[in-house]
Nanobody
Framework: VQLVESGGGLVQAGDSLRLSCAAS????????MGWFRQAPGKEREFVAAIGYSGAERHYADSVKGRFTISRDNARGMAFLQMNSLKVEDTAVYSC?????????????WGQGTQVIVSS
């Protein structure tokens, strides 16, 4: 099983980034997918989740209205579009696969991609 994130980087506040997660080694269409983040000195926190077909989504209050999670089952990929980024969005972002959508209960994790938002 592999989850490989990409798309992180250094941006300014107000900018946008799109994170990608490439999945392999399991039946992607049978898994809910999610994004989590961990800022320096803080615990990992939930960001967003998407159900098996993509019809269901839910978000942390801190990103609602700014971030959009999506998936492409044909390609085995999940995405996180992040708009209007804030300094407090700085973190390592990891994607996760789960057999349960809500609450998302990850069975597999990616290694993470760093997002740094400067003021």
């Amino acid at each position: 099983v592999q989850l490989v994130e990409s798309g992180g980087g250094l941006v300014q506040a107000g900018d946008s980034l799109r994170l990608s997660c490439a999945a392999s080694g399991f039946i992607f269409g049978n898994s809910a997918m999610g994004w989590f983040r961990q800022a320096p000195g803080k615990e990992r926190e939930f960001v967003a989740a998407i159900g098996y077909s993509g019809a269901e989504r839910h978000y942390a209050d801190s990103v609602k209205g700014r971030f959009t999670i999506s998936r492409d089952n044909a390609r085995g990929m999940a995405f996180l579009q992040m708009n209007s980024l804030k300094v407090e969005d700085t973190a390592v972002y990891s994607c996760a696969a789960s057999s349960i959508f809500k609450p998302l209960t990850p069975s597999y994790w990616g290694q993470g991609t760093q997002v740094i938002v400067s003021s």
